[in-house]
């Protein structure tokens, strides 16, 4: 089972460059221009990735997340260096939750 949230970011482009900054760690299992795979090697899962993002407009990004994972939460934590965001689940504008809730 997987959960699904949104990001909402601050800026435009925002999006790109946290896609920008997970593409280039060692995280990253698979990744294409829009998107990123994200996988906790300690995890062991057999799942093809723990986590995705995928970039909606510039300044959301779309976040599946098959497995939880403190370390994913550091990386992508480190990614938005300190942009102001929202992490929505299912998108719900009027259900915010804190990112270490989803991630960890």
Same mark, same amino acid.
């Given at each position: 089972?997987?959960?699904?949230?949104?990001?909402?970011?601050?800026?435009?482009?925002?999006?790109?460059?946290?896609?920008?900054?997970?593409?280039?760690?060692?995280?990253?299992?698979?990744? /294409?221009?829009?998107?990123? %795979? !994200?996988? $906790?090697?300690?995890?062991?899962?057999?799942? *093809?990735?723990?986590?995705? +993002?995928?970039?909606?407009?510039?300044?959301?990004?779309?976040?599946?997340?098959?497995?939880?994972?403190?370390?994913?939460?550091?990386?992508?934590?480190?990614?938005?260096? /300190?942009?102001?965001?929202? %992490? !929505?689940? $299912?998108?719900?504008?009027?259900?915010?939750? *804190?990112?270490?809730?989803? +991630?960890?």
């Amino acid at each position: 089972m997987s959960y699904e949230y949104r990001l909402m970011l601050s800026g435009s482009g925002s999006a790109q460059r946290v896609l920008e900054r997970l593409k280039a760690s060692e995280a990253c299992s698979e990744a /294409g221009r829009d998107e990123v %795979c !994200l996988k $906790d090697r300690r995890l062991n899962t057999l799942a *093809a990735y723990d986590m995705r +993002l995928m970039n909606e407009d510039g300044r959301s990004l779309w976040l599946e997340v098959n497995f939880r994972s403190a370390d994913l939460f550091r990386l992508v934590e480190a990614a938005l260096d /300190g942009l102001p965001f929202r %992490c !929505l689940e $299912d998108g719900d504008p009027d259900d915010e939750v *804190a990112l270490v809730t989803a +991630l960890a």
